[in-house]
């Protein structure tokens, strides 16, 4: 067996692995015991999804805890602002690899500097952070036009979504006030959990089974059947052969979305 150098075993005992519940409070949680034991943080993982490549050096183990979140935040929000702490939240909700990461080095700018830092874009980070939010932004303002609802027979209104990141955060107060009388539920089926209104506040539900599209159709309101017929003989109305530009279409109603838009089994020739 090979024997690793003394510089390489240095190098391992001085990597350190935080692992975190996944949460945003548990992230902020972290943050704050970054500081708190002056730690050089080399890699950054969820409790369940350690890799191989996290199996050398120390592991640091965060349990979430609130005041410290809440302590981290207000920091954030007192040296470089609340838009910024709006900003790094979206940026979590991007699910990108190493995210973690990229928020933790961000803190450590904002609330390094004397001055607030948060729009420049000659620093890396915070141009890789801008691009990002773009990117969430995009997906959470066209799924507030992509969401379709199917009434059930009690009389809740459901939508399932596959979204590119954990978008459902960021429309739910949307959805709140455009459907504050009704009974709704948007699933997102990708991360097995959904929000549902009951006119009066907005919760987070998990399936252990997540209802099948047919099964969907089959507890549908004997209604749906004429609103999806009246829907989809509209969008044929409006949808002008003559004037067919798919490539402009895509762009603006990518196929990614198309699975849950029941005008979309018309065909588009």
Not at 16 to 21: E, M, N, S
Request: contains cysteine.
């Amino acid at each position: 067996m090979k024997k690793c150098s003394i510089n390489s075993c240095l190098y391992f005992k001085n990597m350190i692995i935080v692992q975190y519940d996944g949460s945003w409070p548990g992230l902020m949680s972290l943050i704050f015991e970054v500081y708190e034991f002056n730690m050089e943080v080399h890699a950054i993982c969820k409790s369940n999804e350690i890799s191989q490549q996290h199996l050398f050096g120390e592991t640091h183990i965060v349990y979430t805890d609130g005041n410290k979140a809440e302590r981290v935040l207000k920091g954030i929000a007192l040296k470089a602002g609340k838009s910024v702490v709006q900003e790094l939240y979206c940026a979590y909700l991007s699910e990108q690899n190493d995210i973690e990461l990229l928020i933790l080095r961000l803190v450590q700018y904002y609330l390094g500097s004397k001055v607030k830092v948060s729009a420049n874009y000659g620093h890396e980070d915070v141009l890789k952070l801008k691009q990002i939010i773009k990117s969430v932004s995009r997906e959470r303002h066209r799924f507030k036009a992509f969401v379709r609802f199917r009434q059930m027979e009690d009389g809740l209104y459901m939508a399932k979504i596959e979204p590119d990141f954990n978008i459902l955060p960021l429309i739910s107060s949307h959805f709140k006030n455009r459907y504050a009388d009704q009974l709704w539920l948007i699933y997102d089926v990708k991360r097995n959990y959904g929000i549902y209104y009951d006119k009066s506040e907005v919760t987070e539900v998990q399936f252990d089974l997540i209802p099948s599209d047919q099964h969907v159709i089959n507890k549908a309101h004997e209604s749906e059947v004429l609103y999806d017929d009246l829907w989809k003989r509209y969008f044929q109305s409006v949808n002008i052969k003559a004037r067919k530009n798919m490539k402009l279409h895509i762009q603006h109603v990518p196929r990614r979305y198309w699975k849950y838009l029941n005008e979309k089994s018309v065909a588009l020739g």
